[in-house]
């Protein structure tokens, strides 16, 4: 019997070891303090498949996906694939009746091994090559979204069949609420802007092609976006441009793609999308577009990635030393880093830390979470509570980092790519083994 048995009450008092904001939703801890997943010990996957090695909730993937369909239940929800894709990740979300965004050759590749139908598939072209829209082309990709007028003239040149296109337009706001920047500066969002007519000349490139089917927009606000007022904006601004292309063109356009980029929290207390709230937003901003301009009601397809894959994920490391240092701050070095956690290096993305193979004795102090990787941006996190007893050969575990994390790692300093690790109801599985020396070596042509 535990303390939390003798005494409920405190239960509310205190913070749950694993907030379910951050962690997947089967995140529990067994009587030796274990951290499990799925019903699954992290301790035992870690002396399976190795660490580091990233691990996935297949239920919570699964569960997030039903949140969105269930929230936006009339828009499409289409999964953005470069946030986590495999082809497992693929056939889930098939089965949970999402389409797959991809925006290269090999995330092409993949869905369609997963079982996606290519009628389902969204292809983002971003600096796309010829070749590669000849492979979209080919395997029947239901949606192009063109990024330039290059893109326009190859694919005008490449198809053989009617193929349904949308245009690509940054809405001249951000996700803070002013004024974007636009094209001919810094800018580096892609896509045409709205103002000074770029939007337009690429709306006459695609009709210049009759085998070209402009259906829609697409727009893109950026990551981590936390007020659904700016989809809102956003949409409200790109119905106001589909009405001056049916003045100009004669064209109604019906679909309307407002991208995904919501918010998630990686720290207790970070805000997240309030998918309840964006509904209502796209609900009224639809409303009063379209009354605005006398526009029919467009579809509207929503892309997330990270809102549904994130949370999913944790990431596993073997500690491998704690050093205190002069000062008195203590490092808590582990056998992973930027390659597989490139994020902090990228955008000094932060994240919560939890030691997971055991109940930790004595307080928590505040450490430094370092990795393998001598250099700017080796460390994995940063001001972090951990405790005060942890030493070599105990087990770290990330949260939310099911995204951008396996799909962006990297072989820096020649070391193999972690596994992918997936767990359902008790049972752990690998869905991409570990990247070896020989496979590093295969590449290499001496």
């Known amino acids: 019997m535990t303390l939390l048995d003798l005494l409920p009450s405190i239960g509310h008092a205190a913070p749950r070891r694993f907030d379910p904001a951050i962690w997947p939703t089967t995140a529990s801890s067994d009587e030796d303090g274990r951290l499990c997943i799925g019903g699954v010990p992290l301790a035992d996957m870690a002396d399976e498949f190795g660490t580091p090695a990233y691990v996935i909730d297949e239920s919570d993937f699964r569960h997030r996906a039903r949140r969105y369909r269930a929230a936006l239940r009339d828009a499409e929800i289409v999964y953005a694939g470069k946030s986590l894709l495999t082809t497992a990740v693929a056939r889930w979300a098939r089965e949970e009746g ?11 590749a993949v869905a369609l091994a997963g079982g996606v139908d290519p009628s389902r598939i969204v292809m983002h072209g971003d600096a796309t090559s010829p070749g ?9 990709v239901g949606r192009l979204v063109l990024d330039s007028s290059l893109d326009i003239a190859y694919l005008a040149g490449l198809a053989r069949r009617r193929q349904r296109v949308l245009i690509r337009v940054t ?3 951000d996700i803070h609420g002013h004024a ?3 094209a001919g500066t810094s800018d580096p969002k892609p896509g045409f802007t709205l103002t000074g007519g770029h939007a337009a000349e690429a709306v006459r490139a695609v009709l210049a092609h009759p085998i070209l089917d402009l259906i829609g927009l697409h727009c893109h606000l950026g990551p981590q976006v936390t007020d659904p ?9 790109l119905i106001a441009a589909m009405a001056d292309i049916r003045a100009h063109h004669g064209v109604i356009l019906t679909e309307l793609n407002i991208g995904g980029g919501h918010a998630v929290p990686y720290l207790r207390g970070d805000r997240e999308l309030d998918l309840a709230e964006l509904a209502a937003v796209i609900e009224d901003a639809l409303d009063e577009g379209c009354a605005a301009e006398h526009f029919p009601r467009p579809a509207v397809v929503v892309e997330p990635g990270r809102g549904i894959s994130a949370r999913a994920g944790v990431t596993l490391y073997r500690v491998c030393s704690v050093k205190t240092r002069p000062n008195g701050h203590t490092v808590v070095a582990v056998d992973g880093g930027m ?16 030691l997971a193979n055991r109940h930790g004795l004595g307080i928590k102090r505040s450490v430094s979470v370092a990795g393998r990787h001598c250099g700017a941006g080796h460390e994995i996190a940063r001001a972090v509570e951990l405790p005060s007893d942890i030493h070599a050969g105990d ?3 990330v949260a939310c980092t099911g995204s951008y994390h396996h799909s962006m790692a990297s072989n820096y300093t020649m070391v193999g790519r972690p596994p992918l690790v997936a767990v359902n109801g008790g049972r752990a599985r690998e869905l991409v083994r570990r990247e070896t020396i020989a496979d ?4 290499d042509c001496g």
């Open 98 to 108: 999402l389409g797959v965004g991809i925006c290269s050759p090999g995330e092409l």
């Open 180 to 182: 974007a920047v636009t």
């Open 440 to 443: 590093l070596l295969s590449r």
């Open 339 to 354: 390659s597989d956690s490139p994020r902090v290096a990228l955008d000094g993305a932060r994240y919560t830390v939890a």
């Open 132 to 140: 590669e829209l000849r492979d979209a082309v080919a395997v029947g």
């Open 395 to 397: 087990l770290l575990a």
């Open 229 to 237: 007022a700016r989809f809102g904006e956003a949409i409200r601004r």
């Open 171 to 173: 809405p001249d706001t």
